[in-house]
């Protein structure tokens, strides 16, 4: 069945420092991709997405890749601030009406 | 306008009680989904509903787990008898009609359910 692998946690990293989160997928076909975001005290929310391959999401300085050769999707950020400190979710959506298929989530913490 | 909203936000029972989480969707969205997010773990999907089409049940656990939706609007979901392992996090979303892979989803606070 379709399953995606996310980097493990938590990752804390100093204001202004480059992110990378791994994120890769298995999937019998050409799903949709997706970034989803959990700040404290929110709901998820979506960060970015990507339909087809090669197509770049991005938002709030986030981009991602959806990268057919690797079955990946990191994401990055080139540099973060405190305000990112979240819990991040890859996800896949590949049937005709969304049912979604998420990582494991990665929490990250940034300091001043 | 109004986001997805979810109740109680916290819920403590006994094992082998029955509860009922509740879930308001976004006004016009006629799609609906749970996902449950146990400890450490990824969100799991449930259940969904588009308009007035037979749910996909495909993600229930077992079948102490039942869930509804009156037309668009409102869905309950219901765990009866519960065990210990149900505690966990119980997310409903919305989109605007479930017809595509790409449609973004928008989620509630969840409910966080405890069972001792």
């Known amino acids: 069945g379709d399953s995606v692998t996310q980097m493990e946690g938590p990752v804390t990293l100093s204001e202004e420092a480059f992110l990378t989160i791994n994120c890769t997928y298995t999937a019998t076909g050409y799903p949709s991709l997706f970034w989803y975001v959990q700040y404290p005290g929110e709901g998820l929310q979506l960060l970015l997405k990507?339909?087809?391959?090669?197509d770049k999401g991005s938002n709030k300085g986030f981009e991602a890749t959806y990268r057919k050769e690797t079955t990946s999707f990191h994401l990055e950020k080139g540099s973060v601030q405190v305000s990112d400190s979240a819990v991040y979710f890859c996800a896949l959506s590949y049937t005709s009406y969304g049912k979604l298929t998420f990582g494991q989530g990665t929490i990250l913490t940034v300091h001043p | 306008g109004a986001g997805v909203s979810q109740s109680p936000s916290n819920k403590v029972t006994e094992k082998g009680k029955d509860v009922e989480l509740r879930c308001d969707p976004i006004s016009g969205h006629t799609a609906l989904y749970w996902y449950r997010q146990r400890l450490g773990q990824g969100l799991e999907f449930l259940i969904y509903f588009q308009g007035n089409s037979a749910p996909d049940k495909s993600g229930l656990p077992s079948d102490r787990f039942s869930a509804e939706r009156t037309g668009e609007s409102v869905s309950t979901l219901t765990i009866q008898r519960t065990q210990q392992e149900d505690s966990a996090v119980y997310l409903c979303?919305?989109?605007?009609?479930?017809?595509?892979?790409?449609?973004?989803?928008?989620f509630g606070p969840g409910t966080r359910l405890l069972v001792l």
């Open positions: 979303a919305s989109s605007l009609d479930g017809g595509g892979s790409e449609e973004t989803q928008y």
């Open positions: 990507a339909t087809k391959a090669d």
